[in-house]
């Protein structure tokens, strides 16, 4: 079975830097793409990065480009998610989650790890 587990997050004041890992197990990612996303409090879930375990190609939505980073170490088996310039809008549950190349959806997810920027 795939699993994966967040960590990194924390309190920080605006204007700071985070970098959330994702430890990924249970599985060979070689044809898997990998992705983070975030939930904040009555709002839907958002799409972050994505990220092709074996070719890269980072893919970052519009909202964190520039900003944020995704990256993967194969040999830790660990996804990441660097974090700069942070604001209070980006206070949310954040989640990495994992599909096969070919799926349109991402059946895996992790516990999520929670980022909350203060004014």
């Known amino acids: 079975q795939v699993q994966l587990v967040e960590s990194g997050g924390g309190l920080v004041q605006t204007g700071a830097s985070l970098r959330l890992s994702c430890a990924a197990s249970g599985r060979t990612f070689t044809n898997y793409a990998m992705g983070w996303f975030r939930q904040a409090p009555g709002k839907e879930r958002e799409f972050l990065a994505r990220?092709?375990?074996?070719?890269?190609?980072?893919y970052y939505a519009d909202s964190v480009k520039g900003r944020f980073t995704i990256s993967r170490d194969s040999a830790k088996s660990t996804l990441y998610l660097q974090m700069n310039s942070l604001k209070p809008e980006d206070t949310a549950v954040y989640y990495c989650?994992?599909?096969?190349?070919?799926?349109?959806?991402?059946?895996?997810w992790g516990q999520g790890t929670q980022v909350t920027v203060s004014s």
């Open positions: 990220i092709l375990w074996s070719g890269g190609s980072p």
């Open positions: 989650a994992a599909k096969i190349l070919s799926q349109t959806n991402y059946p895996y």
